[in-house]
């Protein structure tokens, strides 16, 4: 399985930007898509996963901005990000978890958020 992951780049504060992930692979539709996101210096924090009912769960420092999608035709998980912060700079990862609790990861996408 391989994550490719898109949609990075520089934003001003408040604005908006949507991430996609493709997964490769046959288990798409049978696993749970998550993204995380790294800041310079700081440990890997969890942001948000969609299981295979779509159903979301956010981390608090997103809920109410970020929203998580997923296509299942395309084998593709979305991000989608309003109201963008200086703190939401970092590099964000998606992470695929199948069924039988192997996980893959992708090499993430920069997000930089000018204030």
């Known amino acids: 399985v391989q994550l490719q992951a898109s949609g990075g780049g520089l934003v001003q504060a408040g604005g908006s930007l949507r991430l996609a992930c493709a997964a490769s692979g046959d288990d798409f539709s049978l696993s749970s898509m998550l993204w995380y996101r790294q800041a310079p210096g700081q440990q890997r924090e969890w942001v948000a996963v969609?299981?295979?009912?779509?159903?979301?769960n956010y981390g608090d420092s997103v809920k109410g901005r970020f929203t998580i999608s997923r296509d299942n035709a395309k084998n593709t998980v979305y991000l989608l990000m309003n109201g963008l912060k200086f703190e939401d700079t970092a590099v964000y990862y998606c992470?695929?978890?199948?069924?039988?609790?192997?996980?893959?990861w992708g090499k993430g996408t920069q997000v930089t958020v000018s204030s």
């Open positions: 969609i299981n295979v009912s779509g159903v979301t």
């Open positions: 992470n695929q978890r199948k069924f039988n609790g192997v996980e893959y």
